[in-house]
């Protein structure tokens, strides 16, 4: 007599024989049109949704970075934020990706993957043992190569944007507003303006929270009596 093993994670419904043996797995739960473009997986996988993981290791690492941006406690250097763009953001986020990929989500896998190299080179900048800071005798020209890397990273997140628009509304908010935070970073870094970075940083510290929000919401989604459900304004389901 066979039996069907519910795994909330993955939203599959398995079918065991008597030995507890898998003899079926229902495919309706997988593929593009089954779950968001964030956390959906297209095969059958034992690997468990990476989307929380990437989630909270980008939104830690950018509230941080952020709350510098905005001149909180007088901070003017970033340089704390190293190690945990390199482990957090950078590390974490970019294994996550790789674990999307091996579930056959390509968005996943292609967003963490990029945000985490996105930490991890940032991050290098500010070692000093890197020799990129001490490489530039002029500091204006430094600012202009930081803006520079900025703006690259604006144009891939606005590319990451078309990719949910009309799928996910959270994540279509999330990737704006960090479109908005690249650019105005990006013009402190070319002008040298002191209200472009503490606007840019505010930018930031909603891009967290959203990010925070998102990542809490899979988390719940993946059990099976949630205290709450947080919605994310699916498009297309």
């Not at 997140?157 to 996910?168: C, E, M, N, P, S």
């Amino acid at each position: 007599m066979a039996s069907a093993n519910r795994d909330a994670e993955k939203g599959q419904v398995e079918t065991l024989d008597n030995g507890g043996t898998a003899i079926g797995t229902s495919s309706a739960a997988y593929g593009t049109g089954a779950s968001d473009p964030v956390s959906y997986s297209s095969r059958p996988s034992r690997i468990a949704n990476p989307a929380p993981l990437g989630l909270t290791a980008f939104a830690g690492t950018t509230f941080i970075l952020s709350m510098y941006n905005v001149g909180t406690r007088g901070i003017t250097h970033p340089n704390v934020v190293v190690g945990m763009a390199l482990f957090g953001g950078g590390l974490t986020q970019f294994m996550a990706g790789m674990w999307d990929m091996a579930r056959g989500n390509v968005f996943g896998g292609t967003a963490f993957g990029s945000y985490g190299s996105f930490w991890m080179a940032y991050a290098t900048i500010f070692i000093p043992g890197s020799g990129i800071i001490s490489t530039f005798a002029n500091p204006q020209e430094f600012n202009n190569a930081v803006g520079i890397y900025l703006i690259t990273w604006f144009m891939i997140t606005f590319f990451f944007l078309l990719a949910v628009l009309r799928r996910h509304l959270a994540f279509s908010v999330l990737l704006t507003t960090l479109c908005i935070a690249f650019i105005m970073l990006a013009v402190a870094e070319f002008t040298g303006s002191e209200g472009a970075q503490k606007a840019g940083g505010a930018f930031g510290l909603i891009v967290a929270l959203i990010a925070f929000y998102i990542s809490t919401s899979d988390m719940l989604k993946a059990e099976l009596r949630p205290v709450v459900r947080l919605p994310v304004g699916l498009l297309h389901d």
